[in-house]
């Protein structure tokens, strides 16, 4: 006994399922870059060439939030191709005519992928979350500043506020820093009557306290030439929390800031459905790494002898995608309002697993 106490055959499963897991999430992590990079290089065509080097850059900063949704699809297909391998050099015939059930052996994968899960949650999701934002802000930099300010965008978020000025709509291409930071803005601004007074368009903004602080101002006034200005101040009543639900994205938050937001949101009266169903789902993604090495093991414990293993391995790839369809139906409900965000999240990972070891019971013991 050694290696945090596990025997030999426990350290051999172990590194046997993490590299399996690892080998699936870096091929699918590849293969997301790969097709980030073309789409990248396409709006470099279109907008403007931007150099080779800045698009691998951005294409890196945006992977991690891309491939932070693939962690449990990982820890299953890394699972059952662990498996496959096992049985198909013998070793698990091997393990079991020793007297090793499949619980046994099942043990160390399960380690592994609960390690893997509370990884993901405390140290891989704070990472993707500040490369998101800063890829936010670059792809800004390289693309937003070649649109034409006076142009419409489909696109762009819009948002209503009332300032001391008067009203104003202000919308932009691209928000980063929890909306706190806008790029390619445009807003219409009124008076205390209601009455349109300018256009507005800037390069970027930024929440100040009572105000947006534009830059690479163009103004235009009914009747009148544009005019155009350094910086450009926006009054505002709205609060950073108030913007942050309207323009921000749950998924630019970090584990660790999470419930402190979700106290100030509270506090402020705001809807939490979005991020408190963020905080459960990155709660419970080690349980969920551990019902994705169960649902592989319902379909990887076939013998190679016995013939059939495609069919079981498309059986098992099919589950994980109907579990994953459960998941974000359940999800959807639970931000809808229709169900408890606990049992949107908790409950289908919580049916995988009773799914499966109800299987694995039938398939060992009768």
Partial sequence: MSWLGLATIDRYLVRRFATGIFGAFLICSLLIYMIDMVEL????????AVKLYQLAWLALLRLPAYTEFLVGFAVQVGSIGALL?????????????????VWRFLRPAMLVALLIGVVSTALYNPMAAWARTEGEQFYAELFGRET???????????????GLDGQSVIGAAAAADRGLK?????AFVYDRSGRFVERVDARAGTLKEGYWELEGVWVTRPGEEPQTYGSYLLSTYLSPERVADALGSVYAVSFWELPALIEVAEK??????????QYEALLARPLLCVAMVLLAATVSLKSFRSGG???????????????????????????AGLAPVWAAVWLPICLAILVSLTVLLHQEDG
């Fill in 268 to 277: 402020a009266a705001l809807s939490t459905t979005r991020l408190a169903l």
């Fill in 85 to 101: 391998m096992l049985s198909r050099k013998s070793e698990l015939t091997i393990m079991r005519a020793s007297g090793m059930s």
């Fill in 148 to 162: 034409n300010l006076l142009g419409s965008d489909s696109k762009q978020s819009w948002l209503r506020q009332d």
């Fill in 182 to 186: 806008l790029t390619t803005v445009t």
């Fill in 309 to 335: 293993i495609q069919t079981m391995v498309v059986s098992g790839m099919v589950g994980g995608f109907g579990f994953f369809l459960l998941a974000e139906v359940s999800r959807q409900l639970g931000s």
């Fill in 41 to 48: 290089l396409r709006l470099s065509g279109k907008y403007g």
